[in-house]
């Protein structure tokens, strides 16, 4: 029963990230495609880009765009169903596009890493300290998938396979 606790608070955990990167998708990260199309919060952008030099926001390359975009396509139609699964707790039909969605976002975070780390940018991040300070911003997003990921595989309330082999003993 304790362990069981330990999974729902996890998913109630994962519920809120899901829930929270609606607005976050919505705000923030689609202005780096939309941002002639549907509207600009140019003031909090601006402020966010001079605060932690974001050079992927000031000035998003073409890889970062696709990556965004992708975001709003494929993920972001995704983000409500999540929520409402972890928040509902056990719902075995989210751990298939779970298992796909944090291997996706985790795959897009290694990029932008080490885009943020190595690259040279003439008004990003100059110190490693501004760097790390940047890097923190994106960070949670490379780990709460990878979370994810491993609560899925490993968890008996979500893998099936687990449950098979426990009754067949």
Same mark, same amino acid.
């Given at each position: ?8 608070a ?22 780096? @495609?939309?941002?002639?199309?549907? &509207? +600009? %919060? ?9 605060? $932690? #030099? ?13 990556? @965004?975009?992708?975001?709003?396509? &494929? +993920? %972001? ?9 972890? $928040? #509902? ?13 944090? @291997? ?43 979370i ?8 008996p ?13």
């Amino acid at each position: 029963m304790r362990a069981r606790g330990g999974a729902r608070a996890l998913e109630y955990l994962l519920g809120l990230y899901f829930l929270s990167h609606i607005p976050i998708t919505l705000l923030f990260d689609s202005q780096a @495609v939309l941002t002639s199309c549907l &509207f +600009q %919060l140019t003031d909090m952008l601006k402020w966010y880009a001079q605060a $932690f #030099k974001d050079p992927l926001i000031k000035d998003p390359p073409s890889w970062f765009k696709a990556l @965004v975009f992708c975001e709003l396509v &494929f +993920q %972001l139609p995704f983000f409500p169903f999540a929520a409402y699964a972890f $928040f #509902k707790g056990s719902c075995k039909w989210i751990r298939i596009p779970a298992i796909i969605y944090s @291997v996706h976002t985790t795959t897009t975070l290694i990029p932008i890493g080490a885009h943020i780390l190595f690259e040279t940018f003439p008004r990003g991040p100059m110190t490693f300290q501004e760097r790390l300070s940047l890097l923190s911003i994106y960070i949670p997003y490379f780990f709460i998938p990878v979370i994810l990921l491993f609560f899925m595989l490993w968890s008996p309330h979500y893998n099936t396979l687990e449950k098979r082999k426990k009754k067949t003993r």
